[in-house]
């Protein structure tokens, strides 16, 4: 089975414009999501999913350079852009990403791929129940599954927001769920605004490179107990 990890990534954040390009320890933070990405356990190809608006001309030209496969597709419509990136590269089955979790982490994310593969689902995910901090989201799916989306799906939002016709669907499609032993929910590690920015400096200025995992984030979490004020005031966006 070829497995293909498809981050979705763009500049026109609202909130935190050309967020993907912004540094931390001395690298855009997109490279911390691809280069994490590609360490997790049976991914096959890690492709970057894009607008074709204009202003995506810094972030495409640093994956160019990267030599990082690119996609592009409608700006609004991210589930298009999903079913080329998958169709182009041949996916037999999808890893959904994020370009704002440079804190993505393989081994939570090989959970997610192996309840799918061990439990023949449609579509697997550790954000139907959400029991890790948010930034770590990874759902998997069956391409069939993004085609039926894709074909039938009309909302703006289910466009938009990829996999939420198939998640909403329980009827139509088969669903698993992937929890952590320790409910860290009440963490927020992924990047919208400023102070989410601020705190994701802090943890790799600390921890540096990309070796570090899960566990490695909540001890030192545990030793900073106030960095966890640094961006509890942010809102999350509602699917």
């Not at 589930?79 to 998958?86: D, I, N, S, T």
């Not at 994020?98 to 993505?104: K, N």
């Not at 995910?125 to 894709?150: F, H, K, Q």
Request: hydrophobic letters at 40%.
């Amino acid at each position: 089975m070829r497995i293909v990890a498809i981050i979705q990534a763009r500049m026109g954040s609202t909130r935190l414009p050309g967020k993907v390009m912004r540094e931390i320890a001395g690298q855009p933070m997109i490279d911390y999501v691809v280069g994490r990405a590609r360490r997790i356990p049976g991914v096959d190809e890690v492709v970057v999913a894009t607008s074709v608006l204009d202003c995506e001309a810094p972030l495409v030209e640093h994956l160019e350079e990267k030599e990082v496969p690119i996609v592009r597709g409608p700006e609004e419509d991210v589930l298009a852009r999903y079913v080329r990136a998958m169709e182009t590269h041949e996916a037999d089955a999808v890893v959904r990403l994020t370009g704002d979790c440079p804190l993505l982490m393989p081994e939570v994310s090989e959970r997610v791929i192996q309840a799918f593969l061990e439990r023949n689902c449609d579509y697997a995910s550790n954000t139907l129940e959400r029991t890790y901090p948010r930034g770590l989201d990874t759902e998997v799916l069956l391409p069939d599954a993004l085609r039926r989306a894709d074909a039938e799906a009309t909302e703006a939002a289910d466009r938009e927001h990829v996999t939420r016709y198939i998640w909403r669907q329980l009827d139509r499609f088969s669903l698993c769920s992937v929890t952590a032993d320790q409910d860290r929910s009440d963490l927020r590690w992924t990047v919208d605004e400023q102070a989410d920015l601020k705190l994701v400096r802090e943890i790799y200025d600390e921890l540096k490179g990309m070796d570090f995992g899960y566990h490695d984030v909540l001890q030192l979490l545990e030793a900073h107990p106030e960095w966890t004020d640094i961006n509890r005031g942010v809102k999350q966006k509602a699917c």
